[in-house]
């Protein structure tokens, strides 16, 4: 494996394009409602990277035909944006964007709730982002890149949930999907090392129930749980600094440079 070690350039259009796309997540969140279709929100989020320089990495895309993925309740990833799909009161639902912005790629994803949803979809929302959180934790230098997916993978399975292990996060920047691959389910100290100009996304998707996952076989896309349970996940992009990380999607200054 071959993991990039992004110039002071690089890193620099990264965080902007990264920035972006934290802040389309910011712009859709108010039109997110009962009655809207996802076919909508890709449109509106379509329009707003255009308008701001950017190109949306998912259109077309090995095909994919929307500028973003919509993942609705069982649907754990890759959930082509519809004119059917209408948002209805307790579904819960995962915005997936990806910039490209003067040709770097950053790429950020949330959970949204539409109305009043049940607490079983709340509590897998809240372990899903405190999966996240754990992933975070785990990012600094000669740190082993297994370390993310063992911590997401203990907390996931001691809350009573399951870590989708066939899909992973991904190097990010000047590419979509760059080396390494990033496991959300690992062995302690596994892996290769984290370097300081490393960039790669974490990216936990946790199921209520079985971790499997389906393919539609009609669109070639839509990932579904085998056991048609809800599914969650949370995504940042990450650079490490020569003390830690800097959550360069995180426009909401959630995370602290470290
Ligand atoms: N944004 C997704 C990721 O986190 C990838 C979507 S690829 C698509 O890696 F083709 F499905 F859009
Ligand atoms: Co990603
Ligand atoms: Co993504």
Known sequence: MNILIKTAEQ???IRKSSQLAGETL?????????????????????QYMVERGAVPATLDYNGFPKSCCISLNEV????????K???????ILNVDVTTIL?????????????????????????????????????????????????????YATSQGFSVVYEFCGHGVGVEFHEDP???HIARKNSGQKMKPGMIFTIEPMIN??????????????????????????????LLVTET??????????????T
């Open 208 to 237: 209520e129930g079985k971790p499997r996952v389906k393919v539609d076989q009609q669109d070639g896309w839509t990932a579904r749980t085998v056991d048609d349970k809800l599914s969650a996940q949370f995504e940042h992009t």
């Open 244 to 257: 830690g990380c800097e959550v360069l999607t995180d426009v909401s200054k959630e995370y602290q440079v």
């Open 76 to 83: 754990v990833c890759h959930g082509i944006p519809s004119v």
């Open 102 to 154: 003067d040709g770097f790629f950053g790429d950020t994803s949330r959970m949204f709730t539409v109305g009043e949803v049940s607490q079983e979809a709340e509590k897998l929302i809240r372990v899903t982002k405190q999966c996240l959180n754990l992933g975070i934790q785990q990012v600094f230098p000669d740190n082993y890149f297994g370390n993310i997916g063992y911590f997401i993978n203990r």
């Open 181 to 183: 691959q990033v496991d």
């Open 26 to 46: 910011l712009y859709i969140e108010p039109f997110i409602k009962e009655g809207v279709s996802t076919e909508y929100l890709d449109g509106m989020i379509h």
């Open 11 to 13: 890193i620099e259009g």
């Open 85 to 91: 799909t209408i948002l209805k009161k307790g579904d």
